[in-house]
């Protein structure tokens, strides 16, 4: 009997970065041991556990697969900033104080250079062997794993917690609570690079006005109000900002943008509502408590939705120089805002600068 070899479709270093993308998206959102505490321990071991197995798993990888086809994607300029991020790294090392903690991060933390060593390390293995199919599953299956976060933050929100793992150390107050999502800075960077991709996908593939893609965008989207946090609601704007400003924008990607900022207005004067009928963990903070007042949240709305039957019932129009423009003015303004809170001694209100 002839054995025949078959040719794989992927070289096995390929597999080893597309499991290992698929490992981190999958596990580090998901995996919780106990809850809140140890939380970024075991977050950190989990990472730095799937960094070391990749990289002995890619020389075994190499050693049974060196005559196959070739891996490696090949190398230009762009790839010089990951050197000279290690390079970086070293000289920060080097000139601290306390290398120990430089090097592994504040006690309970874990915010050191090796953090930063494993996250290049991932960036280059990922960027370097993956096969060219493996981004679409990526950007899917990290949108799915962000929407079954947010559900869980949702239910946490309402004082619903379907895995025991929450404590609170005021229950009568609830501004304590500690949930299973961990905390909103951990649930806010996951909806910074959750949102910008449901959104991108819904404004460049989805067919219909609101279809599977727009509810996906929009239930990922709902999960900035029970997280609260300034810095996810900035980043999200931004990166769908950013999204907006490209040139295959047109009226008709506007009109799909304000159908997410109508259905999240709803959702946050909905959710307002709600919390004065139903026990919640906490208020609406910030944004989100801003957004979700029944005059801001509600005039919104309606401006949306005037604005989107006026874009639908034309023909679509390029608008990304329009788009830019708005921005620019956005982002000068805002940084004349700062010059003067900064710069202006007896400026009034929010423009006077903080006492020290």
């Not at 976060?149 to 229950?171: E, G, H, K, R």
Request: hydrophobic share 55%; glycine share 10%.
């Amino acid at each position: 009997m002839k054995y025949n070899y078959v040719r794989q479709p992927c070289h096995p270093v390929n597999l080893v970065a597309d499991a290992l993308a698929l490992t981190l998206v999958i596990g580090l959102p998901l995996y919780m041991p106990n809850g809140y505490v140890g939380l970024i321990g075991s977050k950190f071991s989990l990472l730095l556990g799937c960094v070391a197995v990749a990289l002995v798993l890619l020389a075994v990888a190499y050693l049974v697969g060196r005559h196959g086809k070739k891996t490696v994607r090949r190398m230009d300029a762009g790839f010089l900033w990951l050197v000279g991020l290690c390079c970086v790294y070293s000289i920060a090392w080097l000139f601290a104080e306390d290398r120990y903690t430089a090097l592994w991060g504040l006690s309970g933390r874990k915010n050191g250079l090796v953090l930063l060593l494993a996250c290049t390390a991932v960036y280059a293995i990922v960027t370097l062997y993956s096969s060219p199919g493996i981004v679409p599953l990526v950007s899917d299956v990290l949108m799915a794993v962000g929407s079954v976060v947010t559900l869980v933050s949702w239910l946490n929100f309402w004082m619903i917690d379907p895995l025991d793992a929450y404590y609170t150390f005021l229950p009568e107050r609830g501004e304590l609570f500690l949930g299973t999502v961990g905390n909103v800075n951990f649930y806010g960077a996951l909806l910074c690079l959750c949102v910008p991709l449901a959104v991108g996908t819904y404004l460049r593939r989805g067919k219909h006005l609101v279809g599977g893609r727009f509810w996906v965008a929009l239930w990922l989207c709902s999960g900035l109000i029970p997280c609260g946090s300034d810095a996810s609601w900035l980043g999200c704007t931004i990166a769908v900002t950013v999204l907006c400003c490209s040139h295959k924008t047109t009226t008709h990607t506007l009109a799909r943008v304000g159908a997410l900022i109508a259905g999240l207005s709803f959702c946050a004067v909905f959710t307002r509502l709600m919390a004065n009928v139903c026990q919640a963990r906490t208020e609406l903070r910030t944004v989100s408590a801003w957004l979700g007042m029944p005059v801001v949240g509600g005039t919104l709305l309606l401006a949306v939705l005037v604005c989107m039957v006026w874009w639908l019932r034309r023909p679509p129009q390029p608008c990304a120089k329009w788009v830019r423009g708005a921005a620019l003015v956005v982002a000068v303004g805002i940084v004349l805002l700062i010059a003067a809170a900064n710069l202006w001694q007896n400026g009034p209100g929010l423009l006077a600068p903080p006492a020290i």
